[in-house]
């Protein structure tokens, strides 16, 4: 299952909800891409989609893919579902693709899990397109989490 494009959008905009903050007398950790007016477009756009979806193992060919949430990852119903995988260490985690500043970037939530939940921060991904690749542009860390990128 992908990862909710709202854990994508609150890290982007370091906060809750469609109204970005910016603090007196607190250092602002926004990335230089964040624009008022195309986070409006971005999160009309993707924050009410409600709609689960998958990712289909011809999206990602040399990896494995079980249908699941990754609240149930690690957990007894997960290893009596899927005996086979009880040796697995990590899973990577993906939110679909949202596009932003009309269609210049993409942006998308990554996190690797594994069995104590989470391994390493989730992070959004940023990328621009240049030629016929996707080209890493920016990871933006999760503010909530201490520590993190």
Not at 7 to 15: D, E, K, P, S, V
Not at 91 to 114: G, R, T
Request: positive net charge; proline residues 3%; charged residues 30%.
């Amino acid at each position: 299952m992908k990862e909710n494009n709202n854990q994508a959008l609150r890290i982007f905009n370091r906060g809750e909800g469609a109204k970005h903050n910016v603090y007196p007398n607190v250092k602002d950790y926004t990335s230089d891409l964040f624009n008022e007016k195309d986070w409006r477009k971005l999160y009309s756009k993707y924050s009410t989609d409600t709609i689960n979806k998958y990712w289909k193992n011809e999206d990602f060919p040399t990896y494995k893919f079980v249908e699941g949430n990754r609240r149930q990852l690690f957990t007894n119903v997960f290893y009596e579902k899927y005996p086979l995988l009880k040796d697995v260490e990590n899973v990577i985690v993906l939110s679909e693709p949202m596009y932003y500043k009309n269609k210049k970037y993409i942006m998308f939530l990554f996190a690797i899990d594994n069995y104590v939940y989470s391994s390493k921060p989730q992070i959004v991904v940023i990328m621009k397109r240049e030629g016929n690749k996707w080209v890493l542009v920016e990871k933006i860390g999760d503010y909530s989490c201490s520590g993190c990128l």
